[in-house]
């Protein structure tokens, strides 16, 4: 055999670069800014819902506030993965901020509980993304070892959220009035400037190289999810005032 001759071997896809600590800390940064929005969204509406339903007359109604968020975030989750991988990281994720963003802008504007109800499913559909990219986004920046301390700065902010929200809540609630607005709107229009902000860190700080991945995403999955979702909530909703057992409700 000649000595010019050289065996070809079959080469694996690249990893992505390894970033250093402080590279890593600079993501998570805005990662976690994205995360204590759709986090904090879950818990300070809690302790006004009492507020916002009296002053948009709809107190039958203000389970709905809570469970449209819910709905659309967990239907949204299992595409937000694929759609990243096609796509990638950074503007399917910017694309999630946008959408809660938008949705917090319309909730503060609602006029009625209802109403109110379908913008936060908006919100929602964001506030899916918002939560499961991050994740996704640290897996792939950091190594399995490291994954763990870096995924602890996550929960502790599922954790500030959640001794934060009630109290942020509760505090727009008691205004009657704040520059113009009534109080708890205030609780959608804050997440403005903190999406904005968001953004601009993930503009200049995420850039996560991306190797596009092709997927079929699975809408019948979704449509399944909310076809066997959304009619649970309904009952779960108005067993009371139907009577939970009513056969012809059913």
Known sequence: MSSSSTTTEPTE???????????VVTVLSGLMLGMFLAALDQT?????????????????????????????????????????????????????????????LLCGFATSIH??????????????????LAMTIIADITSPRERGRYQGYITAVFAGSSVVGPLVGG?????ATL????????????????AALA?????????VPHQPVRHRLDYGGALTLAVGIVPLLIVAEQGRSWGWGSPGRW
């Open 115 to 132: 109403q109110l109800a379908a913008f936060r499913a908006v919100q929602g559909l964001g506030g899916g993304g918002l939560m499961s």
């Open 179 to 194: 520059l113009g607005l009534d109080g708890w709107r205030w609780i959608f229009l804050v997440n403005i400037p903190l």
């Open 199 to 207: 953004i601009v860190v993930i503009l200049r700080v995420l850039h």
């Open 44 to 104: 300070v509406v809690s302790s006004a819902l009492r507020t916002i339903a009296d002053d948009l007359h709809g107190l039958t109604a203000q389970a709905w506030v809570t469970t449209a968020y819910l709905v659309t975030g967990t239907i949204v989750t299992p595409l937000y993965g694929k759609l990243s991988d096609i796509y990638g990281r950074r503007p399917v994720y910017l694309t999630a901020i946008v959408l809660f963003t938008f949705g917090s």
């Open 13 to 23: 896809p690249q990893s992505p670069a390894r970033l250093t600590h402080r590279q």
């Open 171 to 175: 505090v727009f609630a008691g205004r």
